[in-house]
């Protein structure tokens, strides 16, 4: 089932390295260097495969670090490698980033959407996470956007301490009015400093009320997908891709491509990236059972869970004939629902989505 492409940049660069993040990251004092934005080029004027494409997505690290001239550099050459048809274009951006005339740049390459990395609009909280920005800057940069972008999203996290002034945050974020918004659960992953801490995280109970006290706030949007809410028409078609478990291509250190099932990695270490960019990639042929079980588990992050018509046409089998019995068992448990022949996940099956991809594992 051919489908047009996810492109997916991964910019390393930040000016703090946040305690609990663990993707390929680098400190610097300026800009996103020249000669990384000439090495990611390379990698992509480099690339042999399908072209078709239906979004890109700038992450980080700090995309937001990139001068006018490297975003110019870079969608010149994506430009010049890919054909898109009205494609959805994002950028992960700092509050401490935004200016009028910042946004008036990403706009000029085909930025249609942003990404805000707020967290929280609490200070105590925003020191608690390590972040470089204030209160003050969050609120700045979420006024400066609702007025010059129509296509927005807003990124929370719950779980942080102090845990008191988690709804305010998500009450705040409601009266920038953005289109979509992501709440994600602070998770203290190794090879971080937060790893260290992880004695001290949250109360598991406490983090849980959060994350349903925000699916009740935002009674406007559609819990689209586990931690993601959108107004109708604005859910993330980029990320969509990913929770389909269709192709996509990602281009920078320790980025990600999945491509005629095979899961192809780039190298972590910036170094090695800069000197031979697009070398030293790790393969792995994803076989037939495991292609389909992904399937399943990113599709049952969604709303949208997946269809046996559409189950059967991409891989020539039959849903129920392959996973029935895990099925039927995680209907009984009111994880997912069935209905025409469709499953879904419930709001218990948001809850305990790990417990849905246990069960669909073959025993």
Known sequence: MSTPLGIYIHIPYCRVLCPYCDFVKKRTSGDVPDTFVEALCTEIETYEGPTAAASVFLGGGTPSLLTP??????????????SFSDPEITIEVNPDDVTLEQLAVWQGVGVNRLSLGVQSFDDAVLKFLGRNHDSEKAHAACAHIAETYDNWSLDLIFGAKPSESWETSVQTALDYAPQHISAYGLTYEENTVF??????????????????RTHDLLTDYTHYEVSNFARPGFESTHNKIYWR???????????????????????????????TPGHGRDEDRVDSADSKLETLIQHFRTQEGIAEAYYTQRFSTALHEDFGIALDGLVRRELLAYEFGHYRPTLHGYELNNEIGLALIPE
């Open 69 to 82: 001239a490297g975003m110019e550099r870079i969608f010149k050459t994506l430009h010049d490698t890919f």
């Open 245 to 275: 478990n269709e192709s996509y291509l990602g281009f920078g250190p320790g980025a990600v491509s999945y491509l005629d099932d095979v899961r192809i990695t780039n190298p972590r270490s910036i170094s090695a990236y800069l000197s």
């Open 195 to 212: 790893w260290k801490q992880r004695h001290a995280a949250l109360d598991d109970d406490i983090a849980l009320e959060q994350y349903w």
